[in-house]
């Protein structure tokens, strides 16, 4: 029970797992955007709804199983105590871990929101130009349809953007760390504060979506009145 304790809290297991799930689930909303987007016919005709509940349950266990190694693999039980984050059984399967790690909530993500999203925005550009040069701008339901897929997408965009930003800092540092350079450490106040960083998006991009949203709009300008 103690060493199941120490795995779940002492090595801030479910606090990680949140993260990687959060960054996971941002990539698959990426990837439907662009199915989506880009491929809505089949996505409306294959698309069933327990789709979303399958996929929900990938990221958490993908979040899980990448978490694996930092929360028992690299944790020291000797002496009854509980010491994660220690030394790697190897430097080359620290190396590995952390390029895996790196590679996985970071820079693949990154490469699938620029390709994803850049491509969503061609298209929705394209599609209005297809629907001013037919004649269709004056129907309301069709300008009112590319002004929301534009808008959703400069959302997700503003998200993207944030969430590379705010993360970077952490992610270089904990390379650092890993590659025992320069006397960087988990126990640094910088290390610290960089984390804050990359947390930050979790409370900021509810804002985002509201301040992008129509009907937060709305409401702030019927409190003003």
């Not at 779940?8 to 949140?18: P, T, Y």
């Not at 590995?96 to 693949?108: E, P, Q, R």
């Not at 106040?189 to 979506?209: A, R, V």
Request: hydrophobic share 45%.
């Amino acid at each position: 029970m103690n060493r199941v304790f120490c795995l779940l809290f002492g090595s801030e297991a479910i606090m990680w797992v949140g993260v990687n799930a959060s960054v996971f689930n941002l990539v698959f909303i990426a990837i439907e955007r662009f199915i989506v987007t880009r491929f809505s016919l089949w996505h409306r005709n294959h698309y069933k709804p327990w789709f979303g509940y399958a996929i929900v349950v990938f990221i958490w266990l993908d979040g899980l199983i990448t978490n694996v190694p930092t929360t028992y693999v690299s944790a020291d039980f000797s002496d009854y105590t509980c010491s994660p984050f220690t030394m790697w059984p190897t430097k080359a399967a620290g190396t590995a871990f952390i390029s895996y790690y790196i590679l996985s909530v970071y820079v693949i993500p990154l490469i699938v929101f620029v390709f994803c999203y850049t491509n969503i925005i061609l298209v929705v550009r394209g599609n209005s130009k297809i629907h001013a040069t037919s004649g269709q701008t004056g129907h309301s339901d069709t300008n009112h349809n590319d002004k929301n897929q534009i808008n959703i997408m400069k959302t997700m965009m503003i998200i993207t953007v944030t969430f590379t930003v705010l993360w970077l800092p952490s992610e270089l540092y904990f390379i650092m760390i890993n590659a025992e350079c320069c006397g960087f450490s988990i126990l640094t106040k910088e290390w610290n504060l960089f984390l804050l960083f990359g947390f930050s998006t979790s409370c900021i991009n509810p804002f985002i979506y509201g301040v992008r949203t129509g009907n937060f709009k709305s409401f702030i300008k019927t409190f003003k009145k």
